[in-house]
């Protein structure tokens, strides 16, 4: 998995509540259980003029010169809510949204994100919209950066905001660690409990 530590780029708003897993990516849009060939389907229900279609839709922030190459998304209020998919967050990651800060998650969501590296960051609505207008008068060059070594974001207009994150989730995107690396790093404590269970019921380790 690839490692998170500090991420400095264009941050896009999209300050809508309750935005669900079918709205990031349509099901239409899942065409394969790969991670690969998913970026064009993101938002595809807001981000084209047509269901199925491409041209895009020119009101759609995404969409919008000012926001391109967006690499940190900020967004309302129960983030990622319906569906369990997982495609709705290889979908951001492909597009290259690896940060998404909101007042909640889905807690599904949240913990698919760190799972592929994302990095989710709660903050209040407030906040969180004090940081989409300290960024818009010109979002190229007025970048936020998203340090999770230091849990700060940082920007323009003296932006320093502190954020929180459960350690194990902190360790897991700062090493590029998934479920199963965290497991292994138990191997010893494992492999000592197998000996012993061996010796206390041999009958279950027979081939």
Same mark, same amino acid.
């Given at each position: 998995?690839?490692?998170f530590d500090v991420l400095t780029g264009v941050a896009v708003p999209l300050l809508r509540a309750n935005v669900d897993t079918d709205a990031i990516i349509p099901s239409r849009e899942m065409k394969s259980v790969s991670k690969r060939g998913l970026a064009d389907g993101l938002f595809a229900g807001w981000r084209y003029t047509a269901i199925g279609g491409r041209e895009p839709n020119?009101? =759609? &922030?995404?969409?919008?010169?000012?926001?391109? *190459?967006?690499r940190i998304l900020l967004a309302g209020e129960n983030f990622g809510c319906g569906s369990s998919r997982e495609h709705a &967050?290889?979908?951001?990651?492909?597009? *290259? +949204?690896?940060? &998404?800060?909101?007042?909640? =998650?889905?807690? +599904?969501?949240? *913990?698919?994100?760190?799972r592929n590296g994302i990095l989710p960051v709660r903050l209040d609505a407030a906040t969180v919209a004090r940081l989409a207008a300290v960024v818009a008068p010109d979002p190229q060059r007025r970048l936020l950066t998203v340090d999770l070594v230091r849990q700060q974001i940082t920007g323009p207009d003296d932006i320093d905001l502190p954020f929180a994150i459960e350690p194990e989730a902190r360790e897991m995107l700062l090493e590029g660690l998934d479920a199963i690396d965290l497991t292994l790093r138990h191997r010893d404590a494992i492999e000592a409990f197998r000996g012993r269970d061996r010796g206390r019921r041999p009958w279950i380790y027979l081939s």
């Open positions: 998995m690839r490692k020119a009101e =759609f &922030v995404l969409n919008q010169p000012a926001y391109a *190459g967006a &967050v290889w979908a951001l990651d492909e597009y *290259g +949204i690896h940060a &998404v800060v909101a007042p909640s =998650f889905a807690p +599904i969501f949240q *913990g698919n994100c760190v």
